[in-house]
């Protein structure tokens, strides 16, 4: 395992701080077609997990005051400072130029061998990584991306597109449900120990692609009830998605030396160790639900929390040993994992869908659930649980209002995604919990919250389709 994923980040850490000329998105020399499945599948799911784990997660995570800049980029986007200049390496390397073409070469390679899981599973997290994209800048190249020298200035399909099809566009729903078809057919060979999310258990993966539909309607669900109604319906009914922790479709780094998470490397390892702390902010929220999460995802290296507000601009405390940082919960010792989708996201999902467009089920046991499934994958026994929910009732009771319940769940789900800032800043933007105060010195464009990441440079400097739009304006489904 160790011998992969060396091999893998190799590759992907010197694209992610290549300071070549800039790469065509639409085109890899390092995918060749001749490469085996085996060797493409963990390198494509690496990229993935580095486009969530890395930069866009440092990002997401301050912006919604999870964590606080304490230097360079975080302490920018700390107070809203965001643009062209920002992502390119993510926007390069680690999604079109890595992972996603190395998607399509898998996904070409399989059929031709007839390898039909391969394909499936390349489907699903293809689907997964066009999301981060178009869930970040919005309208991005999709349908004619990944196309070489046959088109080197793809156009943008819209994000309603992107996710609803139409005009020749295929939705990421119908991507999904495809890959999952894939996996329902026979396979002439079928993933192994080189699946590193699941070991090549295809019942996992089935489960994976469900809860991902599942997501990709809620994302939709304020600006398209009615369509994230239909699919979400159709998955409760299939009943076969992640509800156990043991399903949880994690990708796991490695522990040596080169092989490590991108989250662990940044703030334990790197120059930039001390770019960022935990928020004040996030420290107050845990510290008022007396949540017995805290002191396992937050470190206190002097038995005492040290942390700063969002946008502080003042003494930085010291010795920079004794911050909060993220825990082992986050980073394990290298390894994360990367949590892609988990069931206590599934269930706070299913919660808000009943909540919120009536889907079946009872929005407070989904909630409850969650939040048990949260709370257990934080390493706390059933009993420690359930000494919460008797000394809390409050907290893990839906007993107000539809707007006061959906904050409840919404903030639990916040909670629970601690680690992954790609899906905090989704959720924020799209249902404005929870309420999250302004932070100090803000500045940015308008001195507001940015809410979509701006084309990086290069690519509207060499693509024409492409045009400046700034961080303060809504992404399609981001709906006021």
């Not at 494509?44 to 866009?56: I, P, R, V």
């Not at 005051?65 to 920002?86: E, H, K, Q």
């Not at 939705?171 to 079928?190: H, M, P, Q, R, Y």
């Not at 969650?370 to 420690?384: K, P, V």
Request: hydrophobic share 35%; proline share 5%.
């Amino acid at each position: 395992m160790k011998k992969i994923i060396n091999y893998i980040l190799t590759g992907v850490l010197l694209a992610a701080t290549s300071c070549s000329d800039f790469l065509d998105i639409n085109d890899s020399p390092n995918a060749p077609a001749s490469v085996t499945p085996n060797v493409l599948l963990p390198a494509a799911l690496a990229g993935t997990a580095f486009a969530n784990n890395n930069e866009l997660n440092r990002f997401g995570s301050t912006i919604t005051s999870v964590t606080a800049g304490a230097a360079n980029s975080p302490a920018a986007y700390d107070i809203y400072n965001l643009d062209g200049a920002n992502f390119n390496n993510q926007w390069r390397f680690e999604i079109y130029n890595g992972s996603l073409i190395t998607y399509k070469t898998l996904m070409g390679v399989s059929e031709e061998i007839g390898s039909r899981s391969y394909q499936g599973i390349a489907k699903i997290m293809s689907a997964y990584t066009f999301s981060i994209a178009t869930d970040y800048w919005g309208d991005i190249p999709y349908s004619q991306a990944l196309q070489g020298e046959e088109n080197t200035a793809p156009e943008l399909d819209t994000q309603e597109q992107i996710y609803l099809g139409g005009d020749g566009v295929q939705s990421l729903f119908d991507l999904v449900k495809e890959g999952l078809a894939d996996l329902e057919s026979a396979s002439t060979i079928n993933p192994g120990s080189d699946d590193l999310i699941y070991g090549g258990d295809l019942d996992n993966w089935k489960k994976a692609g469900n809860s991902l539909l599942l997501k990709f309607a809620n994302t939709i669900s304020r600006v398209a009830p009615e369509r994230a109604t239909q699919e979400i319906q159709a998955v409760i009914s299939g009943n076969n998605f992640i509800a156990n922790n043991s399903e949880n479709m994690n990708f796991t780094f490695g522990s040596a030396v080169g092989s490590r998470a991108p989250v662990y490397e940044y703030t334990n390892v790197t120059a930039f160790r001390n770019d960022m702390m935990i928020s004040t902010r996030f420290l107050n929220l845990l510290q008022g639900k007396n949540d017995p999460r805290l002191p396992i995802f937050v470190t206190a290296p002097t038995g005492s929390y040290v942390t700063i507000d969002n946008g502080f601009r003042g003494a930085l405390p010291t010795p920079n040993t004794s911050w909060s940082r993220f825990s082992e919960y986050v980073t394990g010792d290298g390894e994360g994992p990367v949590r892609f989708m988990t069931n206590a996201q599934t269930q706070f999902i299913l919660a808000e869908s009943a909540l919120m467009l009536g889907t079946p089920g009872d929005p407070e046991e989904y909630f409850q659930a969650g939040i048990r499934a949260s709370m257990a994958l934080a390493g706390l026994s059933s009993t420690e649980i359930d000494a919460y929910f008797a000394a809390n009732p409050d907290e893990v009771t839906l007993n107000g209002s539809e707007d006061e319940n959906h904050e409840k769940i919404m903030t639990q789900k916040y909670i629970s995604l601690y680690g992954n800032g790609v899906e905090q800043w989704n959720d924020y933007r799209r249902t404005g919990y929870p309420v999250l105060a302004d932070h100090q010195n803000a500045v940015g464009v308008d001195g507001t919250r940015p809410v979509r990441a701006q084309y990086v440079n290069e690519e509207i400097a060499r693509n024409t389709n492409f045009e400046v739009i700034l961080p303060n304006v809504r992404v399609w489904w981001d709906i006021d």
